[in-house]
Structures are given as structure tokens and as C-alpha cells.
């Protein structure tokens, strides 16, 4: 058995496919695999519509109000159903939380994320089966009391001697060869488990689960035992349990079945599931491992990796190569994250409707982050055997902009670049206003306190001058610069310059135009001229935005101008006749593993070219601190290698 718990270890660890592993692949056009209402799309909630407007109508005109109650409490006892897979979502994802008690340390990718979107389809079935009975049996339910003591223990009972063997005998027949080619498969399809692949099944398999979770609740009900405490609370406990038996988290202590080890053959775990999930030929239990233990599928080495997998709890988790060490940007886009909604985060930022009722919640969270929270870790991905992750500075936009938080924030950045250092980490990439000039001079100011760091501190401005560069036809003669004097105007200007380009920079300070003229070469110093007003583009075709412009700053541009721009947000696309640049950002190689989340606005599987500068910075092994101003004779160069290792312009 000590072998077998070895290679289910290194299987675990590896996340390795062979035969025990996970199926991609099967038939799809079997009889009833497909969902009635697949096509829908989210309008599917609007099957629920005849329920609400039968309770309205029926309170409106009080006509048959005791009749239709049901109607109220099918359409509560579903929002609760999908409000307990949403909170273990939110456990699943917090991995600031749980990192070092997950199963497998691979990430769910935008594939599988697409494959479990309409999860929650068997909600929508199991409310429409429920209806049915409601109107078959005509009852009110009024007539049920809150709590029954017997219905309760009537109901288990009959969960446990019929649900759990039927559940059992059904999985195992799912697991033939037929069945499983034809349905089973989808479920096993997706590669990591997370609570919403409990949902993720055809529509035949759910219709089975009805029978299973309906008959404890029928049978109680017809012995004249129901109660309003028992209809909600097998639903709620049965969904609960089945998203801890998908979650990717162990939860189950082991000092449980230490105390009482019968609890062993009741309840299974992340764990005992997760094996299931490895190898199909075991662990087909519904909740209670005693039907394993009874059909002699239990996998032997269940309890000891669940000890083995708890135990990982304090050890510390693998230390990534490279961190991007990003911020909040706004109120509205801090619930963009994996732990809020899953779905959401895999699609680019935009405003919509459901964020708005969060809105005060996600403010008070915001507070909450500002005062107590310390940088901490939001998503991570695999690249070419490399752990890459994002960790965030409890901070926002605004908070950037305010004098007395400047050194909070510097603090925060510090703490972040000492503990990557103090673990291990190769390259901390610096994000958006992380390496703001003013603030902390581009990262200088930290490699100069810690001239000893082993982690190199990157701000990747340098790919993110190539990428505006490149996108700039060779045939334009002439452009005009704002934000000229930044840290990127400075270099993309002396670029330009070495091109033969020239570049009306617009600045106030003559001081800080002059310091920039001097570096570029005498025969191209000329090139360089200093404006003070947006009227001086009038005739100029190509802007480079580097300071926030307004709508009516913009119309000083002439019609077909093309915008490109490197300010923080984008300026809104107001002139309809011109034509606008996203932000400089690249796509990542194609061989990235493990990618479930948008960065922000950027579509799926591209990031800002700051954090694409850092990941080159890694994939090169180059040793240098890349901080304070760019160097012009390496924008060539960064470029080059980006595209050698994948990276592709948008």
C-alpha cells in the first residue's frame, strides 16, 4: 500500500494523464446528453418567470395565496442552492486562504471555466421537477410546520438507505464502459475539481440525481412527516456537500477521524473525491464511504493521502519564479477577482449591472484592505515548468494620488519585494502605479535600500516602449507626444529621434525638455521640440497619449488621427473619426498552462506589456534589476527576445 500511496502522490503532484486520469473526450449526440434549454444562454432564468408571476398573481388578486406559497419557496429554496456553490466558489479561489491545502496545484483554465459555465443548469431542472410534484399533489404549504423531529430522522433514513445505495449502484453503471463514453465523461473532462464541476454533468445524469435527492423528501412528505425546515435543509446539505467533495481545498480535519474514526465510513472528503477523480475505478460513494467499503471499490489509500494532503497545511507552498505585483485599480473592478465571480473574471473588466448592488459591500471591503490587509496572493498560472503569479497591494488608484498614503504604499511594495526575496522568488514585476516615478522613482528606491536583494526587481517599461514603438508605421514623419518627460515619454521620444522621427513633445518644464534633448545625439537633438499647447498637433496625424486627455482636449487632433497611448485608464474613445490604440499590452505564449482569469480590460490570455516585460526579463535569466529610467539601447533588444519566447503583439 506504501507504494500505491507513493505513486498516488507523485501522480498528485505531477497532475499527471494516463489512464487513471481525467477524459477529455467522448460521444455527445446520445439521447438526452444535451440540455432542453442549452441555447438559451443566460436567459435561461427566465424559465423561472411563470413560478414568480403565479406567487405575484396569486398575491396581487389574493386569490389561491396558500395554494401558489410553494411557487415562493422553489424560487428561495434555488437562490439558496446557487448561494452555496457561490460561497464555496469564493473558499475555492481565495488562495491567499488555502494554498497550501490544495489537491492539485494546477489552475482551472478559460477552457474548463467555458465547459462548467451553465452549472447551475440541474437547479433549473430539479426546481421544474419539484413544481410538477407541487402541482400533482396540489398541497399548501401552509399546512407543514417549521420543524418535525421525526421527518428530520425519517428523511435521513431514508437517505441513507436508499439514496446512498441507489446513488452508488448508478455511479458505478455510469462507469461502464457505454455509459461513461456516451455521458459519464463530461463530468471527468474537467481537470481540476472545483465546486461548480458538482453541476457539470448531461442532462440524463441529472434527471437520476432528481430521483436520488427527491426521494428522502418525497418519502418523508408522504408519511405525513414534512416540514419547511426539512425541504430547505436536505437541499441546502446536500448541495453543500457535494461542493466540499469537488472542492480542490481540503477542509475535513484529520483529527476527526482520529476522534472518531467511524466517521470514516460516513463522510467523505475533498480528498477521498479528488482520488475518485484519478483513478475511475474507485471511491464511487455518494457521501458515506461505507458503500465503497461494502462494493469493495474503496481506493486503500484514501484516509492516509487525506492525512497526507492535511498535513501540507503548515508547511509553506512552492515558492513561484516569477510574481507581478499588481494593485486595485477602482471600487467597481476590485470585484474582478476569481473569488467573486468566476465567470466574470474570465471575461475582460467591464462595467455591469450585478456590480452595482456589491458596490457598498466591495467599498467597506476596500476600507477594510486599507487598514489591516498586507500584499497578498490573487492568481497563478504555469509557464514552461515556471509557477508565475500575481500578488496584490491592498491599494488603490486613488489612493495613489494622495500625499499622506505615499509611504504606506511604498511600505506595502517593500514588504512584498522582501518576502519574495526571502522565499525564493527570481523576478518581482512592478505594475502600474507600483512603479510610479514620483512614488518610489520607477523601483529604485527599493534596490538602492536592499542592495542585496536576490529577487530581481523589474518595472517592464522597456517591452512596454517596444510595443508602442512597433506599432508605429514606418511612413509617419512626425508625432506628438503628452506625458513627454515620464519615464516613457523620455525614451520613446530619444527612440523616435534615432528613427529620424519628429517628436513634438508637450511639456510646461523647459528644464526637464532640455535634460531629455541633451541625451539624444547632436545630429538628431533638433528632432526634439518643446510645445506648450495642444494647438501646436493640429496638423500632427499621430498622437502618443501619456497624460489623461479629455474629450475636448481631443479635438484639437485632426480627422484620421490615430491615438496610441500609454496613460492609465485609457482615455475614452470620444472623436468617432479618428482611431485608437489599447493599451500596450502582448499575448502570452501559446504553451501557458492554467490561465482562468482576465487581466483587468485585457482580453483572455494577453497582460500588459509591463508584465510581459517581467516574464521576459525571467525566460532570459537575465540577472539585473530593471528600475529608474529605461534604457533606450535595450528596447531593440527586450523586443527581440519577447518575440523569440512567444509573445505576440495584439
Not at 506648450?532 to 486627455?549: E, M, N, P, R, S
Request: proline letters at 4%; one cysteine or more; charged letters at 15%.
Amino acid at each position: 500500500m506504501e507504494i500505491q500511496k507513493q505513486n498516488m502522490l507523485q501522480e498528485i503532484e505531477k497532475d499527471l494523464v494516463g489512464d487513471k486520469g481525467y477524459s477529455s473526450s467522448g460521444k455527445m449526440g446520445a439521447p438526452l446528453f444535451s440540455w432542453p434549454w442549452q441555447n438559451l444562454g443566460s436567459l435561461k432564468y427566465l424559465l423561472f418567470g411563470p413560478l414568480l408571476v403565479d406567487f405575484m398573481y396569486s398575491n396581487v388578486y389574493k386569490k389561491r395565496q396558500s395554494e401558489y406559497a410553494w411557487c415562493m419557496h422553489v424560487i428561495i429554496l434555488s437562490s439558496l442552492r446557487g448561494l452555496v456553490h457561490q460561497l464555496w466558489n469564493t473558499f475555492d479561489n481565495m488562495l491567499f486562504v488555502n494554498r497550501n491545502r490544495r489537491l492539485s496545484q494546477e489552475g482551472i483554465d478559460f477552457h474548463q471555466i467555458d465547459k462548467e459555465w451553465h452549472w447551475d443548469n440541474f437547479i433549473i431542472l430539479q426546481a421544474f421537477v419539484a413544481s410538477m410534484i407541487f402541482l400533482w399533489i396540489n398541497p399548501s404549504m401552509t399546512n407543514y410546520p417549521i420543524w418535525n423531529t421525526s421527518g428530520i430522522i425519517s428523511c435521513l433514513l431514508f437517505h441513507i438507505g436508499l439514496s446512498e445505495p441507489l446513488y452508488y449502484c448508478l455511479h458505478r453503471l455510469l462507469h461502464s464502459s457505454y455509459f461513461f463514453q456516451q455521458y459519464h465523461w463530461l463530468h471527468h473532462s474537467s481537470k481540476v475539481n472545483h465546486p461548480y464541476t458538482a453541476g457539470h454533468a448531461t442532462f440524463l445524469e441529472h434527471l437520476l440525481l432528481c430521483v436520488i435527492v427527491g426521494v428522502p423528501v418525497i418519502a418523508t412528505t408522504l408519511m405525513g412527516h414534512g416540514s419547511v425546515i426539512m425541504f430547505y435543509g436536505y437541499f441546502l446539505v446536500f448541495d453543500f456537500l457535494r461542493c466540499m467533495g469537488h472542492s480542490n481545498v481540503e477542509v475535513v480535519p484529520c483529527r476527526i477521524f482520529d476522534t472518531l474514526p467511524i466517521l470514516k465510513y460516513v463522510i467523505y472528503t475533498p480528498t477521498y473525491h479528488f482520488i475518485h477523480h484519478k483513478d475511475m475505478k474507485t471511491n464511487f460513494c455518494l457521501f458515506m464511504p461505507l458503500f465503497d467499503v461494502l462494493g469493495k471499490t474503496l481506493n486503500k489509500i484514501s484516509w492516509d493521502l487525506h492525512r497526507e494532503m492535511h498535513s501540507n497545511e503548515g508547511k509553506k507552498a512552492k515558492a513561484p519564479e516569477f510574481v507581478f505585483l499588481a494593485h486595485g485599480v477602482d471600487i467597481m473592478s476590485s470585484m474582478h477577482v476569481p473569488f467573486v465571480f468566476r465567470s466574470l473574471t474570465s471575461l475582460p473588466f467591464s462595467t455591469k449591472l450585478i456590480w452595482f448592488p456589491l458596490w457598498p459591500f466591495a467599498f467597506l471591503v476596500v476600507l477594510v484592505m486599507w487598514a489591516k490587509s498586507k500584499p497578498f496572493l490573487l492568481t497563478f498560472c504555469h509557464l514552461r515548468g515556471k509557477l508565475l503569479q500575481t500578488w496584490i497591494v491592498p491599494r488603490f488608484g486613488f489612493m495613489y494620488f494622495l500625499p499622506f498614503a505615499k509611504g504606506g504604499i511604498n511600505n506595502q511594495i517593500e514588504e512584498a519585494i522582501l518576502m519574495a526575496d526571502r522565499i525564493g522568488v527570481k523576478v518581482l514585476s512592478l505594475a502600474a502605479l507600483n512603479k510610479n516615478e514620483a512614488l518610489n522613482g520607477g523601483g529604485k528606491l527599493f534596490v538602492t535600500k536592499h542592495p542585496d536583494l536576490k529577487v530581481r526587481v523589474v518595472h517592464g517599461n522597456t517591452l512596454t516602449a517596444a510595443v508602442i514603438l512597433n506599432e508605429i508605421s514606418q511612413d509617419v514623419k512626425e508625432v506628438f507626444l503628452t506625458g513627454a518627460t515620464s519615464k516613457l515619454g523620455r525614451a520613446i521620444a530619444l527612440y523616435l529621434a534615432r528613427r529620424q522621427i519628429k517628436v513634438l513633445m508637450l511639456t510646461q518644464s523647459t528644464e526637464r525638455f532640455k535634460s531629455i534633448q541633451k541625451e539624444a545625439s547632436p545630429e538628431n537633438q533638433n528632432l526634439l521640440v518643446q510645445v506648450t499647447k495642444l494647438q501646436a498637433a493640429k496638423h500632427c496625424k499621430t498622437w502618443i497619449i501619456g497624460k489623461w486627455t479629455t474629450p475636448r482636449e481631443q479635438r484639437w487632433a485632426p480627422a484620421g488621427t490615430h491615438f496610441h497611448q500609454f496613460v492609465v485608464p485609457p482615455v475614452f474613445e470620444f472623436r468617432t473619426d479618428c482611431t485608437y490604440s489599447k493599451l500596450a499590452a502582448m499575448k502570452l505564449p501559446d504553451d501557458v498552462q492554467g490561465l482562468g482569469t482576465c487581466e483587468y480590460t485585457m482580453e483572455r490570455g494577453v497582460v500588459h506589456a509591463c508584465h510581459a516585460g517581467g516574464l521576459v526579463h525571467l525566460l532570459e535569466g537575465w540577472t539585473h534589476h530593471e528600475v529608474g529610467s529605461i534604457d533606450v539601447d535595450q528596447i531593440d533588444l527586450v523586443w527581440e527576445a519577447a518575440r523569440r519566447h512567444g509573445f505576440k503583439p495584439v
